[in-house]
């Protein structure tokens, strides 16, 4: 038996970002997978406390070009909490349709990546046609594709009108049409054979190593933060998505049934969207420490802000959920899984090294 | 911040174990930077509530590490020593820095980069 | 025009690296490969491997860890070799200036032939760029390229704010420019 060592990364074709895997492998099985990070660290949180507050959220905002939303709800929540404002009822509407927008943006872009790393091209090709009506009816609401800039401290800055909320339900029909589409992939014998017992990760085991978000939930962890009712959330129905397949099909049917929730909500938004003001204005000094969690495309997001009083925050932390399922991802690896199943495995966690590293 | 325990380098340890035992799962932890002293707080999440140990400690104090009842500590830890430059037993340096980046540049004393370029 | 000269101008290959970039401009490269938009009616497709490009996208500014990287990446690409910085960060460094681990744009590590600047670009100013790319890859395989008197070629689309997509949406916001950080005025 020979022990040989396999880089993967961190310029490799499946995967946008840089990451690298430091496989040890006897034959065709991985025994140990050692990952190194490093390779997009900007030093986001230092530039924090050097910015003013209000510049803040475009820097939240750039965090992650993928999940924006949550970034930025993340970020202005934390904000609002220490200068104890709160957004009106119409800006957390807005808010959480933006949200659940980019969720259905980033699951849908997920999906098909998993089918590049698969090696399913039509069908990363397709679902990418159905993405870019999602981030039409973005940008008709923002004005911009990808970072949209909705989030204000005490709110949001541009208001949605009757027009524009009419032409989001028609992209609803449009995308809830098009799922069916992933649901015949996922019947496929040869996707079930690519990811059915490949990348087992137990509820204990998800458990212990902290995982969040769909790689969570698909090991029967009932683990969803927009259960606790931030922002508009509290007034919708749903429930959380929880499978126990604890492999990386439950991951991708956990993403495709939160595709169907997600375009639940924003019909369930645009019926009870509320009139009046969409931001609150407000000098209050921050002051304080407060912890903002939203729940992201990936999994929990979490920012500790703490302010002095002072016109700049005194540091502002930021765990996002690719770096907590960093860990559970090395589990997955180290059980003995083939190399060619590597990018099937790291992909089903959905990766976003820029926010790991930021 | 409410469910906030202080604890010290000999007490982390005991106080982590009833989080464990709790069945919390260990969320993050951060590192502050206070002038004269460094804290850690580990944010620790049952699903409903959050609980948070609150470490203090002086500059170039040995803390304890918690990897050995939380695995997920390993990255969070590692990226503290390497942003702070602080000692936290058993962990080295180098996750997200490069050999050339500059040494602990989240300490308030760092230089900011305008002043490097 | 030989067989190598012609294929290398209709068919270039593309080679994509993300320096610390925050992913919208890579997301973006992506979707240029995708129906929609499809770069590959330029005969362009993108390949993991350095030793087959002929045009080297760069996304997000340099940091200290992978400016080797970069620095392979571009010295393993066969001549003659393109290459284009991506989106603010890659053009300058862009909203991460002020962070420490960031050196600035690829421009610092690797010579730079086109930028696209935008925060991040459209697909259509990156397609732009690489067409833009390969009249000088043509011009290089010629020997005839002159560098411009105007200074480096900058794709003009997501600078000069042109009408057309923003007449589409009425209520659309002029895209962010090279030259102006965001503010936040309007909050």
Redesign the interface.
């Known amino acids: 038996m020979v022990k040989s060592t396999i880089t993967f990364g961190?310029?490799?074709?499946v995967f946008?970002?840089?990451i690298q895997f430091i496989l040890k492998v006897v034959d065709e099985k991985v025994v140990l997978a050692e990952p190194q990070?490093?390779?997009?660290?900007?030093?986001?949180?230092?530039?924090f406390e050097?910015?003013?507050p209000?510049?803040n959220?475009?820097?939240a905002e750039?965090?992650?070009?993928?999940c924006?939303a949550p970034h930025t709800t993340a970020y202005v929540r934390g904000v609002e909490s220490l200068m104890g404002i709160e957004a009106p009822p119409r800006a957390k509407y807005i808010r959480t349709i933006m949200n659940e927008l980019n969720r259905i943006h980033s699951h849908i872009?997920w999906a098909g990546l998993l089918g590049d790393a698969i090696g399913f091209e039509s069908y990363?090709?397709?679902t990418?046609?159905y993405?870019?009506k999602v981030?039409d009816a973005i940008?008709?609401i923002?004005?911009?594709?990808?970072?949209y800039?909705m989030n204000?401290?005490?709110g949001v800055?541009?208001d949605m009108?009757n027009e524009?909320l009419r032409g989001l339900e028609k992209t609803m029909d449009y995308v809830e049409s098009s799922l069916e589409n992933i649901e015949d992939v996922m019947k496929d014998y040869t996707i079930k054979k690519r990811t059915q017992g490949i990348g087992i990760l137990t509820e204990e085991e998800a458990?212990?190593?902290?995982a969040v978000g769909p790689t969570a939930r698909a090991s029967g962890i009932?683990?969803d933060l927009r259960t606790s009712g931030y922002d508009a959330y509290g007034d919708l129905k749903f429930e959380p998505v929880v499978v126990n397949n604890c492999d990386s099909y439950g991951r991708f049917a956990v993403r495709w049934q939160e595709l169907k929730q997600s375009i639940d909500l924003i019909r369930q938004c645009i019926v009870k969207m509320p009139s009046g003001e969409i931001?609150t204005k407000s000098n209050n000094p921050m002051n304080g420490?407060a912890?903002s969690r939203v729940e992201a495309p990936r999994g929990?997001l979490?920012y500790?802000i703490?302010g002095n009083g002072s016109k700049k925050l005194e540091?502002v932390?930021v765990?996002t959920p690719t770096?907590?399922n960093?860990?559970p991802t090395v589990t997955m690896l180290s059980k003995g899984c083939q190399v060619a199943d590597v990018s099937v495995i790291v992909l089903s966690m959905d990766p976003?090294i820029?926010?790991t590293?930021r | 911040m409410q469910n906030e325990i202080q604890v010290n380098s000999a007490t982390l340890i005991g106080e982590t174990l009833k989080m464990l035992e709790a069945k919390m799962r260990f969320a993050t932890a951060t590192c502050l930077d206070i002038g004269d002293h460094f804290e850690i707080i580990y944010h620790f999440d049952n699903g409903n509530e959050m609980k948070h140990l609150r470490l203090s400690f002086k500059d170039g104090e040995e803390v304890p590490s918690i990897r050995a009842l939380y695995a997920c500590a390993r990255f969070i830890e590692s990226e503290i020593v390497d942003l702070f430059g602080v000692k936290i037993s058993g962990v080295s340096a180098g996750l997200l820095l490069g050999s050339d980046s500059p040494v602990a540049p989240m300490r308030k004393s760092a230089p900011a980069k305008s002043e490097v370029n | 025009m030989g067989i190598v000269e012609k294929s290398r101008l209709k068919s270039p290959w593309i080679l994509h690296y993300d320096c610390s970039s925050c992913n919208g401009c890579d997301i973006e490269i992506l979707a240029c490969l995708t129906p929609y938009y499809d770069i590959e009616r330029f005969g362009i497709l993108s390949k993991g491997n350095p030793k087959h490009s002929d045009v080297l996208l760069v996304t997000g500014g340099v940091n200290h860890r992978n400016k080797t990287v970069l620095k392979n990446l571009y010295d393993q690409m066969p001549a003659p070799k393109v290459v284009i910085a991506i989106g603010a960060c890659g053009s300058t460094g862009g909203i991460f200036h002020n962070c420490y681990n960031i050196l600035g744009g690829a421009d610092k590590i690797v010579p730079v032939d086109v930028y696209v600047p935008g925060c991040p670009p459209r697909p259509e100013a990156i397609i732009d760029g690489v067409v833009k790319a390969l009249d000088k890859l043509k011009h290089l395989q010629n020997g005839t390229w002159k560098e411009p008197e105007t200074g480096p070629i900058v794709v003009e689309t997501a600078v000069g704010a042109k009408p057309a997509p923003a007449a589409k949406y009425a209520n659309a916001a002029p895209a962010p420019t090279l030259n102006s950080q965001p503010t936040n005025k309007e909050a």
């Open positions: 961190p310029q490799h074709p946008p970002e840089p990070i490093g390779y997009v660290h900007r030093g986001i949180e230092k530039a050097l910015n003013d209000k510049d959220i475009f820097l750039r965090i992650c070009g993928i924006p872009l990363f090709m397709q990418w046609n993405r870019e981030l940008e008709k923002s004005g911009h594709r990808v970072t800039a204000a401290i005490g800055r541009r009108t524009q458990r212990r190593d902290g009932s683990q931001l420490e912890i929990e979490f500790y703490k540091r932390k765990r770096f907590a960093i860990i976003c820029s926010c590293e």
